[in-house]
């Protein structure tokens, strides 16, 4: 069945660098794209960007200048980088998938993790 | 950035209820509106996919709707596991936006 889960740190100090990583399963990176997604603590939703089946990326414009995405696909595995980290980057980040051609768009999602920045 | 209005924030409700959310598009997103449950600590389910399909699964009390620019989801006859935030999404265009989100409480 059709699985994503989401790994890294729990804490991450200002200023520093937040990896995490997509493990997927069930369905294959170079037919879908998975999407990354956060969410701050009690507040709504937000995209932040994706990794196309193609190997292609897009981004939040908001957070381009600090965000990478790459994949492994060997390992079934979508990363995401975001360094200069603030305090307001508190929150619970996501994983989620859409097919190609939006078909369908976000149906299933990781567990979430939940990420604190502080010192 | 097409921005999705959600309404209301917030709304008390009591079990059997009829309870409607909407959002509203800033431009035109045609069918490509999901709808989201998100309970707490849990990650968001899609509820509504293409503004009126229903997902896999979801009771069948609940629907999707869109007039013109305005796209809402109605929970007819409200049980207690519905007691949710809701979440509305656009992905016409990029980047996907979300709605600010509803909650919903029991009196």
């Given at each position: 069945q059709v699985q994503l889960k989401e790994s890294g740190p729990g804490l991450v100090q200002p200023s520093q660098t937040l990896s995490l990583t997509c493990t997927v399963s069930g369905f294959s990176l170079t037919s879908y794209n998975v999407h990354w997604v956060r969410q701050p603590p009690g507040k709504g939703l937000e995209w932040m960007g994706r990794m196309r089946y193609n190997g292609d990326t897009s981004y939040n414009s908001a957070l381009k200048s600090r965000l990478s995405i790459s994949r492994d696909t060997s390992k079934n595995q979508v990363f995401l980088k975001m360094n200069s980290l603030q305090t307001d980057d508190t929150g619970t980040y996501y994983c989620t998938r859409a097919g190609?051609?939006?078909?369908?768009?976000?149906?299933y999602w990781g567990q979430g993790v939940m990420v604190t920045v502080s010192s | 950035d097409i921005q999705m209005t959600q309404s209301p924030s917030s709304m008390s409700v009591s079990l059997g209820d009829t309870v409607t959310i909407t959002c509203r598009a800033s431009q035109d997103v045609g069918i490509y509106v999901n709808w989201f449950q998100q309970k707490p600590g849990k990650s968001p389910r899609r509820m509504?996919?293409?503004?009126t399909n229903l997902a896999d699964g979801?009771?069948?009390?609940f629907s999707g709707s869109r007039s013109g620019s305005d796209y809402s989801l109605t929970i007819s006859?409200?049980?207690?596991?519905?007691?949710a935030d809701y979440h509305c999404l656009q992905?016409?265009?990029?980047?996907?936006t979300f709605g600010a989100g509803t909650k919903l409480e029991l009196k």
């Open positions: 190609r051609w939006t078909i369908p768009f976000f149906d | 509504i996919y293409r503004a979801v009771p069948s009390r006859s409200l049980e207690s596991e519905d007691v992905y016409d265009e990029y980047p996907p």
